[in-house]
């Protein structure tokens, strides 16, 4: 197995660039029991179901950090090669036995950081079979620019030195010997969110983190649906206004819901649920 | 509620010897089959000393039972809330990490429930050089009642 065969680099990389969705299979009981072994994170309320109901649980519930873990594996299988210098993430909703996710990500953020670090934000999530948002996150990764880069770095030389201004004089150059075309314009799937540390400090080299004092993380629920409205709001907001008045101005209430419900048993699943819902408290 | 005084508590150091065992069960737990964790050719193939572990591999090294029991949480359901980890470089098969732990924050939030107590819990691995390996953050929820 050659395992260099695809590496990603620094200059292949654009902002809104998706990731491939992992679609995990279920989370069953015999993988959360496996998973909490493995973990050593021996919480009862992941396996002694009589113990969950009696703490007002519907049943015992799969560890959120194997949500993470889905994000993790998501990333690093995209990545290859890059270094991971940090992973946040938020477990925003249970993960009950039996639940189908899928992972994504996106390329949120890429910078040229000090000494020459090629570095990059993915964001990214995970949703349960019913389109819900269950797990949140956030991963930086530092690149090689370039195989180039890579040859030279291995080979024990310091890395390819390239400024953003030279990589855009360069790819404007390339661009005007290329017929015109329209960017292919991507809908963004939501403003990227500030996690815990509301802005990560720069990871210009390990030795800075290292020695930097993290700032206090914030109140999880204030930050989280504050930046969650205006992204759904907008959306949600737009299609009613134009239906509802041309249907039937006289009645208000009742024609939204009537057609509403006869198609809610099948399209429910087709129709694309909001990519990332304004994730509130757990349920 | 919990005591604001547990703020700054910090555990005794743990050495950690990742076992490569330990590692595969951890990625065939999650069903991730990269090679790197699973297979020690590959691994060594791509330039490692070893199986390498998969990022949330360093939950395993964090705060240990005796920690935990050391700070009297009581007995409440403790909700993982948020996890966010640094990394220096990958944690490989055969690495002696030393962790220590300690209580970063401690407060308390109103939720749907009733007031709930959020304690945060920071865990920091050195290898044998004294250099930094991961550094983990983990917030938990314990419900009130």
Same mark, same amino acid.
């Given at each position: 197995?050659?395992?260099?065969? #695809?590496?990603?680099?620094?200059?292949?990389?654009?902002?809104?660039?998706?990731?491939?969705?992992?679609?995990?299979?279920?989370?069953?009981?015999?993988?959360?029991?496996?998973?909490?072994?493995?973990?050593?994170?021996?919480?009862?309320?992941?396996?002694?179901?009589?113990?969950?109901?009696?703490?007002?649980?519907?049943?015992?519930?799969?560890?959120?950090?194997?949500?993470?873990?889905?994000?993790?594996?998501?990333?690093?299988?995209?990545?290859?090669?890059?270094?991971?210098?940090?992973?946040?993430?938020?477990?925003?909703?249970?993960?009950?036995?039996?639940?189908?996710?899928?992972?994504?990500?996106?390329?949120?953020? #890429?910078?040229?950081?000090?000494?020459?670090?090629?570095?990059?934000?993915?964001?990214?999530?995970?949703?349960?079979?019913?389109?819900?948002?269950?797990?949140?996150?956030?991963?930086?990764?530092?690149?090689?620019?370039?195989?180039?880069?890579?040859?030279?770095?291995?080979?024990?030389? +310091?890395?390819?030195?390239?400024?953003?201004?030279?990589?855009?004089?360069?790819?404007? #150059?390339?661009?005007?010997?290329?017929?015109?075309?329209?960017?292919?314009?991507?809908?963004?799937?939501?403003?990227?969110?500030?996690?815990?540390?509301?802005?990560?400090?720069?990871?210009?080299?390990?030795? #800075?983190?290292?020695?930097?004092?993290?700032?206090?993380?914030?109140?999880?629920?204030?930050?989280?649906?504050?930046?969650?409205?205006?992204?759904?709001? +907008?959306?949600?907001?737009?299609?009613?206004?134009?239906?509802?008045?041309?249907?039937?101005?006289?009645?208000?209430?009742?024609?939204?819901?009537?057609?509403?419900?006869?198609?809610?048993?099948?399209?429910? +699943?087709?129709?694309?649920?909001?990519?990332?819902?304004?994730?509130?408290?757990?349920? | @509620?919990?005591?604001?005084?547990?703020?700054?508590?910090?555990?005794?150091?743990?050495?950690?010897?990742?076992?490569?065992?330990?590692?595969?069960?951890?990625?065939?737990?999650?069903?991730?089959?990269?090679?790197?964790?699973?297979?020690?050719?590959?691994?060594?193939?791509?330039?490692?000393?070893?199986?390498?572990?998969?990022?949330?591999?360093?939950?395993?090294?964090?705060?240990?039972?005796?920690?935990?029991?050391?700070? /009297?949480?009581?007995?409440?359901? @403790?909700?993982?809330?948020?996890?966010?980890?640094?990394?220096?470089?990958?944690?490989?098969?055969?690495?002696?990490?030393?962790?220590?732990?300690?209580?970063? /924050?401690?407060?308390?939030?109103?939720?749907?429930?009733?007031? @709930?107590?959020?304690?945060?819990?920071? /865990?920091?691995?050195?290898?044998?050089?004294?250099?930094?390996?991961?550094?983990?953050?983990?917030?938990?929820?314990?419900?009130?009642?």
């Amino acid at each position: 197995m050659t395992l260099n065969v #695809r590496q990603l680099y620094f200059e292949a990389v654009k902002v809104g660039d998706e990731l491939p969705p992992l679609v995990k299979p279920p989370v069953d009981r015999l993988q959360i029991a496996r998973y909490v072994g493995a973990a050593g994170d021996w919480n009862p309320l992941y396996i002694d179901e009589p113990h969950a109901r009696a703490s007002g649980f519907p049943s015992a519930f799969a560890p959120g950090t194997i949500g993470m873990g889905f994000l993790a594996e998501l990333a690093t299988d995209w990545t290859r090669g890059a270094r991971l210098k940090r992973l946040q993430s938020r477990l925003v909703k249970f993960i009950w036995p039996g639940d189908v996710l899928t992972a994504r990500g996106r390329v949120v953020e #890429r910078r040229f950081e000090a000494g020459d670090a090629y570095t990059m934000d993915l964001e990214v999530w995970a949703e349960n079979q019913r389109g819900e948002l269950v797990t949140r996150g956030l991963a930086t990764y530092q690149l090689f620019y370039s195989a180039d880069d890579e040859t030279r770095q291995r080979a024990g030389q +310091p890395p390819l030195h390239v400024t953003q201004a030279e990589e855009e004089t360069r790819l404007a #150059r390339l661009s005007r010997a290329q017929p015109q075309r329209t960017p292919a314009v991507s809908r963004p799937l939501q403003p990227a969110r500030p996690l815990a540390p509301p802005t990560p400090p720069p990871l210009a080299a390990v030795a #800075r983190v290292v020695q930097a004092a993290r700032p206090a993380s914030k109140p999880a629920g204030g930050a989280r649906s504050a930046a969650g409205k205006p992204a759904a709001k +907008p959306a949600a907001r737009k299609p009613a206004p134009k239906k509802a008045p041309a249907r039937k101005p006289a009645r208000k209430a009742a024609p939204k819901k009537a057609p509403a419900r006869k198609p809610a048993r099948r399209p429910a +699943p087709k129709k694309a649920p909001p990519r990332m819902p304004a994730s509130k408290k757990r349920k | @509620m919990l005591d604001k005084s547990l703020i700054g508590r910090v555990s005794e150091p743990v050495l950690h010897e990742v076992e490569k065992g330990a590692i595969r069960r951890f990625a065939e737990a999650l069903g991730d089959p990269n090679p790197l964790a699973l297979d020690e050719a590959a691994a060594r193939a791509a330039g490692y000393p070893g199986l390498v572990a998969p990022p949330t591999f360093a939950l395993t090294l964090g705060w240990g039972e005796r920690f935990r029991h050391s700070l /009297d949480l009581g007995t409440r359901s @403790m909700l993982h809330g948020e996890q966010s980890f640094e990394f220096g470089r990958p944690i490989v098969a055969g690495d002696r990490l030393t962790v220590r732990s300690k209580v970063a /924050d401690v407060q308390e939030r109103s939720g749907a429930s009733g007031p @709930m107590d959020v304690i945060a819990i920071e /865990d920091e691995g050195r290898d044998e050089q004294g250099v930094l390996v991961f550094r983990s953050r983990a917030t938990f929820i314990l419900r009130r009642g």
